[in-house]
Nanobody, 114 residues
Framework: QVRFVESGGGLAQPRGSLRLSCVVS????????VAWYRQAPGKQRELVAR???????AYLDSVKGRFTIARDNTKNMVFLQMNALKPEDTADYYC????????WGQGTQVTVSS
């Protein structure tokens, strides 16, 4: 069972930045396709960004050019750098594999508001 612990959320102003971190408990982290998801109030969870073991990335159209997913295989960590934040980015953010086979962590809340 792979486990995830997210952190780094908070309140940001529009056009601001936040960096989310996720510690992944897995024996074979470097072989996993890792991803960030988000769930806004009243909406379904959606995949925001993914990164394969070969470092191929993919992004939700609405975050392309603003968000960057990164990984550190030496520390079993995944990051999401979020720039030029918009109010519609407000959500709880989670990391998991893609597909999301494992139990969800507690997530980290991101609020974008002036």
């Amino acid at each position: 069972q792979v486990r995830f612990v997210e952190s780094g959320g908070g309140l940001a102003q529009p056009r601001g930045s936040l960096r989310l971190s996720c510690v992944v408990s897995a024996n074979s982290f470097s072989t996993l396709t890792v991803a960030w998801y988000r769930q806004a109030p009243g909406k379904q969870r959606e995949l925001v960004a993914r990164r394969t073991p070969a470092d191929v990335t993919a992004y939700l159209d609405s975050v392309k050019g603003r968000f960057t997913i990164a990984r550190d295989n030496t520390k079993n960590m995944v990051f999401l750098q979020m720039n030029a934040l918009k109010p519609e980015d407000t959500a709880d953010y989670y990391c998991n594999r893609d597909p999301a086979f494992d139990a969800w962590g507690q997530g980290t809340q991101v609020t974008v508001s002036s």
